[in-house]
T-cell receptor, first 113, second 113 residues
Framework: KQEVTQIPAALSVPEGENLVLNCSFTDSAIYNLQWFRQDPGKGLTSLLLIQSSQREQTSGRLNASLDKSSGRSTLYIAASQPGDSATYLCAVAGGTSYGKLTFGQGTILTVHP | DVKVTQSSRYLVKRTGEKVFLECVQDMDHENMFWYRQDPGLGLRLIYFSYDVKMKEKGDIPEGYSVSREKKERFSLILESASTNQTSMYLC????????????FGPGTRLTVL
């Protein structure tokens, strides 16, 4: 059974700092990995999707990498801003249940001015 | 832009009531999903559907059923609501099975009294 772990559980940084969120998964037979952002009481917003054949994806100040063989992904946020404060969730699709996403518990990010 | 809408943001029901949660997507996606999100347990898949009238159980289908009569609409049904079904319910859709980005709706916060 696929298990997804996110470290750290919470992170508080000053504005302007570059930061890295980590995600690990136990079954490397995945179709893709997706990073989401969730604001309190809201739905999930898709940030980046990395297919299993890709090593990284970039969108603006966000860069996500994937090392399938070691079961790891990182989300890099450059020049963090208070508006980046949210919960960041990592999810993988694949293994024996392709299409279904298995989620990590999330990292709660606070960027203070 | 993909748009996934859910019929209610907040819903309060009584124990034993039959509850319908509706989800509509406007991008002709084949796949639709229902998740619930609980503190400490994260997001868990209840049911998913990969085509009209097709459905598959997720990780926690007990106490729920689903209906997909039209491609754009996926309904989650609580046959007899119980207090342990108080949760945030999130609907998602994706273009095809396995390799594509999932897009989420805003969520329905259901409280069962």
């Amino acid at each position: 059974k696929q298990e997804v772990t996110q470290i750290p559980a919470a992170l508080s940084v000053p504005e302007g700092e570059n930061l890295v969120l980590n995600c690990s998964f136990t079954d490397s037979a995945i179709y893709n990995l997706q990073w989401f952002r969730q604001d309190p009481g809201k739905g999930l917003t898709s940030l980046l999707l990395i297919q299993s054949s890709q090593r990284e994806q970039t969108s603006g100040r966000l860069n996500a990498s994937l090392d399938k063989s070691s079961g790891r992904s990182t989300l890099y946020i450059a020049a963090s801003q208070p508006g980046d404060s949210a919960t960041y969730l990592c999810a993988v699709a694949g293994g024996t249940s392709y299409g279904k996403l298995t989620f990590g518990q999330g990292t709660i990010l606070t960027v203070h001015p | 832009d993909v748009k996934v809408t859910q019929s209610s943001r907040y819903l309060v029901k009584r124990t034993g009531e039959k509850v319908f949660l509706e989800c509509v997507q406007d991008m002709d996606h084949e796949n639709m999903f229902w998740y619930r999100q609980d503190p400490g347990l994260g997001l868990r898949l209840i049911y998913f559907s990969y085509d009209v009238k097709m459905k598959e159980k997720g990780d926690i289908p007990e106490g729920y059923s689903v209906s997909r009569e039209k491609k754009e609409r996926f309904s989650l049904i609580l046959e007899s609501a119980s207090t342990n079904q108080t949760s945030m319910y999130l609907c998602a859709s994706s273009l095809r099975f396995g390799g594509n980005e999932q897009f989420f709706g805003p969520g329905t916060r259901l409280t069962v009294l």
